[in-house]
């Protein structure tokens, strides 16, 4: 059995409603088939006042074991880092999550705000909001680039606007069952098995992409919405793998993508494009290309994809 004990900061509860939608595993099946054991969860508790102030004691004292702390929303240091913008059982929630941190068997942050810091940390960011180990893309957050909990991890970051609820609840189990030394983290600490392949991987679009086929609407980039701000080759996410609701994803239902696991949301580089600024077009190509690529590299690729197509009908219509 694994104790859990979710909280909750500066948040839309995105998260708490993706998480109560998950399937495989439900939160019903982590409970009877899993173990876990939820300490306390800011929308299914039934604890109140001082009730859940004397169970966070309890965690922080040692008399009660806490073996997955679970936050959602960022962490609110303001004003002038006192932390009194976001107050939860008399203190601010930031000193709460800083001793609980200092007991947990792990700490898992879950959506954008969670870790990076998400839409309450754009700039000029009033709440002084930061992500638990993260504020954007620069490693240290509020816990400090240092961090390790007691498991001999540093806080395991599952991104999105909000995250997939599967990625939550099957990261849960991992823990849950001892098997989280088998999932390795990247350089922005997500776990590779969600976050490895790009978002445009399974997308419908992704022929007229790489071979620079019209994508309508006037489009000379191939895809109509990379023109528009998609960030699905930029991005690293299995939406296109493990469907939402098991049915659909942004791109598959002709989105853009809005590149929300990765540590730039939501403005990544307005100078490149962002899901607020519509990219710019250098003749038939994008101005930023995929991740991993350089432009020459993708121009190069590009070209040969596109005269491919027009090479094979010769070939068919010569038969």
């Known amino acids: 059995m694994a104790n859990v004990l979710w909280l909750q900061g500066g948040a839309c509860s995105g998260n708490t409603m993706s998480f109560l939608n998950a399937e495989e595993p439900t939160v019903v099946e982590l409970i009877t088939d899993f173990g876990l054991n939820i300490l306390w ?3 299914t508790g039934l604890e109140i006042g001082d009730q859940v102030k004397d169970l966070l004691k309890d965690i922080i004292a040692g008399k009660v074991q806490m073996d997955i702390l679970v936050y959602e929303g960022s962490i609110i240091q303001g ?5 009194s913008m976001n107050f939860f059982a008399d203190r601010p929630m930031m000193d709460w999550v800083k001793e609980l941190s200092e007991v947990a068997g792990y700490v898992v942050a879950i959506g954008d705000c969670a870790t990076w810091g998400g839409i309450p940390a754009v700039e000029p960011n009033p709440s002084e909001s930061t992500g638990l180990q993260f504020l954007k893309k620069n490693k240290g957050g509020f816990l400090g680039a240092g961090y390790v909990s007691k498991g001999g991890l540093p806080v395991i970051n599952i991104p999105g606007c909000p995250a997939h609820p599967d990625w939550i609840t099957q990261i849960l189990v991992a823990i849950s069952i001892g098997r ?3 999932i390795t983290i990247d350089e922005y600490q997500r776990p590779k098995t969600f976050f490895t392949e790009f978002t445009q991987d399974g997308c419908t679009n992704i022929t007229n992409f790489s071979q620079k086929v ?8 191939g ?3 990379y023109e528009v701000g998609c960030r699905g080759p930029m991005t690293r996410s299995s939406c296109n793998r493990i469907l939402w609701n098991r049915q659909s994803s942004k791109t598959r239902a002709n989105h853009p993508c809005l590149g929300c696991t990765e540590p ?3 403005h990544h580089d307005l100078k490149k494009g962002s899901v607020l600024n519509t990219m710019k077009s250098l003749g038939v190509f994008p101005k930023e290309v995929p991740t991993g690529r350089t432009k020459l590299a993708y121009y190069l690729e590009a070209g040969f994809q596109k005269v491919m197509p027009k090479n094979h009908k010769i070939m068919e219509t010569s038969k």
Do not use: A, Y
């Open 264 to 266: 730039g949301f939501p």
């Open 41 to 43: 969860h800011p929308t």
């Open 180 to 182: 989280i030394g088998d």
């Open 214 to 221: 019209d994508g309508g609407f006037g489009t000379r980039g």
């Open 79 to 83: 004003p002038n880092g006192t932390g």
């Open 223 to 225: 895809c109509l919405f």
